[in-house]
């Protein structure tokens, strides 16, 4: 669901608003630009008056309007404050923006520019066909009934509450178009004085960190620094504390990086040799030893390529195999539900998915949602796993070396289809998308296309309400001499930051979710651990992005609406006086 998906956060022209017209374009100039957005920016900005919003705001009459100018869409600070002090998108912003949308509206959430000067005449020669009457009425963002029925409100923000619990099953989906489509981005404002997110009882919060180029992911290093993926400004960040309870420093260690989202340590264990970084399009590593606050030397690129297309969701997770040899890569994909990539592959389908994997995508979704491997030199690439919409969060659970990850699956089909989830993955799995989902639901927007792979889905192991959007998660395991370890109970159990819905009638996720285990399988429940980040059906003041388990079991997550690093703790025990 999540636009990152995406964040909303993820896809092409996700702050995009205007040109001027003052340009005549060649038809196949427009047709090509036509292209282009639709393989890489359709999934967030719809092009027809009449629709409500997506992730982003809607192209149509984008030519002299305004920067933040469709009224009621929830832009970021950074362009509202842009179109406030009256920048309006001509040809020649729309150029430079695109180029570089951080360096021209600095905190921006376009999550992605268009380096290709040809390309990106032609997106803007689309762009600045896309005009007529219409555009003076062009719709605002849908928004939640104002008296929704109390059925309505099941799974949203307001329902919910640390410590309840969910299992939503295969058979309880709703039915494709129960409900209309929603475009309802979140207008993030600023944090309440004193709001803190509420947590389980039996546990406290505080900021361990604010960082206001606002990180997106985060991982511990074996000495117990913690890295962040500032994935906005190009930066991986590292923090350290002294006695845990705040990061006393905050430095730079490498910067220059492509759109950094995902990291890992290799070899595992305690004294690695490289930190791995993966971008939109790319993999790099960087030398690392224990304790460097700044790179040792520049990040050398292990792949150079990830895919030929590179809009669409731009969230990439690695994780290394238990025994280190293996690196898995996930990449989401391109569109919402591949649409317009016709009905077959440009080869005999038994031939495309021995190249490309069992029940894998083509056109501009060829190795997209998938898992890939990799030996961690960045050769050998073979496909892990395929049908993943969008996987984000991967991991290896410790003590099965199971691969897992969450989905943010697909939208439009209503405010309750097809839920997220979390699974295990499994080598050669084919788990749906696009045709199929939640096992073998057939998508009805592509109905008879594959009939094929009817009955050869894999179900995934943990449902989770629709539009959650799922991002980063962690095996919860209090290191060694922990002074802050969770309960025995928590040992071993799935923490999943859910970073919200954009696209639901009324809000739901901006939370933080424990997914019960057992014997190292997922049971199907879930439990909400931390929420309270919702003001209202419009407003947020907080996104929950990812999570990690810091040195002294305290559980850290990442708010990249904020820009906090969050610490959960259990509460303290206090020791009765004795009495005299």
């Not at 790099?284 to 030929?308: C, Q, T």
């Not at 038994?350 to 961690?376: I, Q, S």
Request: proline fraction near 8%; aromatic fraction near 8%; glycine fraction near 10%.
């Amino acid at each position: 669901m999540q636009a990152n998906s995406l964040t909303l956060h993820v896809l092409m022209l996700a702050s995009l608003a205007t040109v001027s017209v003052a340009h005549a374009a060649s038809a196949p100039q427009v047709t090509a630009g036509r292209t282009i957005f639709q393989n890489n920016c359709a999934s967030c900005h719809t092009v027809d008056a009449k629709l409500s919003p997506l992730a982003g705001p809607g192209m149509f009459g984008v030519v002299g309007r305004k920067a933040a100018g469709v009224p009621g869409f929830g832009y970021s600070g950074a362009l509202a404050k842009a179109g406030a002090a009256g920048l309006v998108w001509t040809r020649e912003e729309l150029d430079v923006f695109l180029l570089d949308p951080a360096k021209r509206v600095p905190g921006t959430t376009m999550p992605v520019g268009v380096p290709d000067q040809k390309m990106r005449a032609a997106l803007i020669d689309y762009l600045a066909s896309l005009q007529g009457p219409a555009a003076a009425g062009a719709a605002a963002p849908a928004t939640p009934a104002a008296a929704a029925r109390p059925a309505d409100r099941a799974g949203s923000w307001d329902d919910t509450r640390p410590g309840k619990i969910f299992h939503i099953k295969p058979t309880d989906l709703a039915r494709p178009f129960a409900t209309d489509s929603a475009g309802n981005s979140p207008r993030v404002q600023a944090r309440p004085n004193g709001a803190l997110p509420t947590v389980m009882p039996g546990f406290e919060v505080s900021v361990f960190a604010q960082d206001a180029d606002k990180p997106r992911t985060l991982l511990r290093a074996p000495n117990g620094d913690v890295f962040l993926a500032a994935t906005g400004a190009g930066q991986v960040k590292v923090l350290r504390s002294k006695n845990g309870d705040k990061a006393d420093t905050a430095d730079v260690f490498a910067t220059g990086l492509s759109r950094p989202y995902g990291m890992a340590f290799w070899p595992s264990g305690a004294n690695p040799q490289y930190l791995y970084v993966a971008g939109v399009n790319s993999v790099v590593r960087i030398p690392y030893r224990n304790g460097d606050l700044k790179a040792r030397a520049a990040a050398e690129v292990v792949i150079p390529s990830l895919s030929e297309t590179s809009g669409g969701h731009t969230t990439r997770t690695l994780v290394f195999s238990k025994d280190d040899k293996t690196m898995l890569l996930s990449i989401g994909s391109a569109t919402n539900v591949a649409s317009d990539i016709g009905p077959q592959p440009p080869l005999p389908i038994a031939e495309w998915e021995k190249r490309h994997g069992f029940g894998a995508a083509w056109g501009v979704e060829t190795d997209r949602a998938t898992v890939m491997a990799f030996d961690p030199d960045g050769k050998n690439r073979r496909t892990y796993a395929t049908g993943l919409r969008n996987c984000v969060g991967l991991l290896v659970y410790p003590a099965t070396g199971d691969v897992m990850c969450n989905v943010n699956e697909r939208d439009a089909l209503g405010d309750d289809l097809p839920p997220d989830y979390l699974t295990r993955v499994k080598q050669g799995g084919f788990y749906g998308w696009p045709w199929y989902y939640i096992g073998d639901n057939e998508d009805p927007r592509l109905k008879g296309i594959r009939p094929d792979l009817k009955g050869k889905t894999i179900t995934p192991d943990v449902l989770l309400q629709a539009h959650s959007a799922p991002l980063g998660m962690v095996v919860y395991h209090a290191p060694k001499g922990a002074k802050h370890a969770f309960p025995k109970e928590y040992e071993g159990e799935v923490f999943v930051a859910l970073h919200g819905s954009w696209n639901r009638g009324v809000r739901t996720g901006y939370k933080v979710a424990r997914v019960f285990m057992k014997d190292g399988v997922p049971t199907g429940q879930y439990q909400d651990f931390m929420s309270g980040m919702v003001i209202s059906d419009r407003e947020v003041w907080g996104r929950p992005a990812a999570v990690e388990v810091a040195a002294d079991g305290a559980l850290l997550v990442v708010d990249d609406a904020g820009g906090a690093v969050w610490r959960i703790v259990p509460t303290p025990v206090s020791t009765p006086m004795p009495k005299r």
